[in-house]
C-alpha cells in the first residue's frame, strides 16, 4: 500500500474512537442469536436476532464488542448514527423463501424475510438493538462494501452533528455455496467489523480521505475485510504501521493514519 500527501484532507477526516472485529463459522452463528455477548457491554433483548440473517448476527456482535473498547463510557448512544454495508447479505435466507414458495406457496414464506435480507437489516437492528436514534443506512450490498461503507460513513459523521457514527461492515470470507432447497452445503466463515468513528480531531487513530491528483492510477479491488482489521490493529499504539491505505473505486483514497501522543493531546485540548 502506497501513501500519497494531501494538503485537503483535514477536512475530509474523522477519528476512530473503537473498533472491533468479530468472526464465526456458519455453524456457530445460532448460538450467537441469544448468548455470547462481551462482559461489561449493552445486553440484548431475548431473542432479538433471532430471525436476523447471519451477517446481521456478526455484524451486531462485533458492535458491542466496540462499544466496550471505547476509551470513555459514553452518555448514551441515543443520538448515534449507523452505517452498514454488507456484501450480498440476506442470500440464504432468500434462496429458502424462493425454495419454499416454488414448492408450498405464499403462505409457506417467512414475513421476516423483507425487514431482515434487505439491504438496510444490519444497518436497522443495530439502530434498534442498541437505540441509536441518528441517521442508520445501508449501504453497497457488493463487493465494494468495505470501500463504500467508509466514505459514506466518513460523510455522514462530518456533515449530520451526530456525535459518533458506527461503522459495520460484514462479509463472508467465501460465499456460501446453496443447494437445491437453498440451504448452504458448506460451513464458511463469516467476519464482522465494527468502528465507532467521531468527527473530532483528537482521537490517536484517524480515517482520512483523499481524492490524489490526476493522473491516478487505476486502483486495485478494494481490500479484504480481514486486510483492513489488521491494518487498524497494526495502526494502533505501538503497532508495526503509521498509516495503511485502501484504494476505493472512483480514484478515492480511504487512510488509516496514526497520530503522534504529542498532537493527539494538543488536539484535545483545541477540541
Known amino acids: 500500500m502506497h501513501v500519497r500527501p494531501s494538503p485537503t484532507a483535514t477536512d475530509r477526516s474523522a477519528g476512530i474512537a473503537a473498533h472491533a472485529a468479530f468472526t464465526a463459522r456458519l455453524s456457530e452463528i445460532g448460538g450467537l442469536r441469544d448468548g455470547d455477548f462481551p462482559p461489561g457491554g ?3 433483548q431475548a431473542r432479538f436476532l433471532r430471525h436476523c440473517d447471519e451477517q446481521t448476527v456478526v455484524g451486531v456482535h462485533a458492535v458491542l464488542r466496540a462499544m466496550t473498547a471505547l476509551p470513555r463510557p459514553p452518555s448514551g448512544h441515543d443520538r448515534d448514527a449507523v452505517v452498514a454495508a454488507s456484501c450480498q447479505a440476506g442470500r440464504i435466507m432468500a434462496a429458502k423463501s424462493l425454495a419454499q414458495l416454488k414448492v408450498g406457496g405464499a403462505v409457506t414464506v417467512s414475513t421476516h424475510i423483507v425487514p431482515q435480507a434487505s439491504l438496510h437489516s444490519v444497518a436497522g437492528a443495530v439502530s434498534v438493538a442498541l437505540g441509536m436514534h441518528g441517521p442508520h443506512l445501508g449501504v453497497s450490498g457488493g ?18 452533528g451526530c456525535p459518533r457514527t458506527w461503522l459495520v461492515v460484514t462479509e463472508w470470507d467465501d460465499e456460501p455455496v446453496l443447494d437445491a432447497t437453498g440451504g448452504p452445503t ?3 466463515l463469516c467476519r464482522g467489523l465494527a468502528i465507532a468513528i467521531e468527527p473530532g480531531q483528537a482521537a490517536a487513530l484517524s480515517l482520512d480521505v483523499h481524492a490524489p491528483p490526476l493522473p491516478h492510477a487505476v486502483p486495485a479491488p478494494a481490500g479484504r475485510l480481514a486486510a483492513f482489521a489488521r491494518a487498524l490493529d497494526m495502526c494502533g499504539p505501538g ?3 503509521v498509516s495503511w491505505t485502501l484504494d ?10 496514526r497520530r503522534t501522543a504529542a498532537t493527539t493531546r494538543r488536539l484535545r485540548e483545541a477540541a
Open 239 to 241: 503497532g508495526a504501521l
Open 248 to 257: 476505493c473505486p472512483g480514484g478515492m483514497e480511504v487512510r488509516i493514519m
Open 143 to 160: 463487493p465494494d462494501a468495505l470501500a463504500e461503507g467508509l466514505l459514506a460513513a466518513i460523510t455522514l459523521t462530518r456533515t449530520t
Open 42 to 44: 449493552p445486553r440484548l
Open 186 to 188: 458448506g460451513d464458511p
